[in-house]
């Protein structure tokens, strides 16, 4: 992923309202993401526990094409420690609340009606990180694969675009 800045960040959201897009809490680390290694920019709100923020490029965004940013709220609930659950995204098993429910309001009239989708993601919404081994889960978290990185990335991708265009349905 490039190098986003604040501006182009608080432009890209598709779920909420401009006002709301200006609101955001920004993440204080902008400057020292791993930008080479992201699939996307994923962030929790400090002040909001169940709120968080997602960016991601679609289409050919490298060359200025489409961002789109979201806003996910996570299911109020903890599990078990000893009960592990696998990212949608990246498929990454992590015990208690390592996995979360993140709904977002869908986009136009649907999500003004108050109609939403859903996916199991990692709470800490470093599935990027995960699948390149930058960021370790916890005991037993990652499944042995024979894809490459480079077929995992893909996949996670697909998975993201998927759910990206589930909100516009």
Not at 45 to 66: F, K, M, T
Not at 89 to 109: D, E, I, N, W, Y
Request: aromatic content about 6%.
């Amino acid at each position: 992923m490039r190098r986003l800045t604040e501006k182009e960040i608080r432009g890209s959201f598709v779920n909420c309202s401009k006002g709301e897009a200006t609101r955001l809490p920004m993440p204080r680390d902008l400057d020292t993401r791993p930008w080479d290694d992201l699939d996307f920019l994923g962030w929790s709100d400090l002040s909001a526990p169940d709120r968080s923020y997602l960016v991601a490029e679609r289409g050919n965004a490298r060359q200025g094409d489409a961002l789109v940013g979201i806003v996910l709220r996570s299911a109020a609930g903890q599990r078990g420690y000893l009960r592990r659950s696998l990212c949608s995204f990246c498929l990454t098993q992590h015990p208690g609340s390592g996995v979360a429910l993140m709904t977002a309001r869908k986009t136009g009239a649907a999500g003004r009606q108050g109609n939403s989708v859903g996916t199991y993601v990692c709470s800490d919404l470093a599935c990027s990180l995960y699948l390149r081994g930058r960021k370790k889960p916890a005991v037993g978290g990652r499944i042995e694969e024979s894809l490459t990185v480079e077929d995992q990335v893909a996949r996670v991708r697909m998975h993201l675009e998927s759910f990206l265009d589930s909100l516009d349905a």
